[in-house]
């Protein structure tokens, strides 16, 4: 008895640990090809929180948020900013309560938002992986 309890949580916990990693592969940060500035997850989760408004060169950062009601906006949230929708909606609100940012632009759609940050050098979005081609570079994972 004690051997398939000990069997069992180990099936389950590696159920768990292979669940978070699938996760965290579910959306990614996109980029405009032509964007040279260094980016990696700690500086798309910047831009998002509202603490970097421009890039490194100085151009101002054009976010994209997918819809309020798209499963693809809940994962990013969750996994690259570690908040539900509706307290990142609460930081935004915050934000611009005070000046300090203008909120992202909504563009609903994985091929939409391929769509604007193909056209916007500043642009930063994000989609799932499966929706990736070369229209587009992956800043984050």
């Known amino acids: ?46 831009a998002y929180s509202g603490e970097t408004r421009t890039w490194a060169d100085g151009g101002a ?4 948020d997918q819809g309020d ?4 906006r809940a994962d990013f949230n969750q996994n690259f900013l570690g908040k539900s929708n509706g307290n990142v909606k609460a930081l935004w609100g915050q934000l611009i309560f005070a000046g300090k940012a203008l909120p992202p632009k909504v563009i609903d759609g994985d091929a939409e938002v391929k769509k604007a940050v193909a056209a916007n050098k500043n642009a930063i979005g994000y989609i799932r992986p499966a929706s990736v081609d070369d229209t587009v570079k992956v800043l984050a994972k």
Do not use: C, H, Y
Request: hydrophobic share 60%; net charge positive; no cysteine.
């Open 1 to 46: 008895m004690t051997r398939k309890l000990i069997q069992s949580a180990a099936l389950l916990a590696a159920g768990m640990l292979l669940g978070t990693a699938a996760l965290a592969a579910e959306v990614v940060a996109i980029g405009n090809k032509a964007n040279t500035n260094a980016v990696d997850k700690a500086f798309v989760v910047k």
């Open 61 to 64: 950062i054009a976010l994209i």
């Open 69 to 72: 009601d798209n499963p693809v």
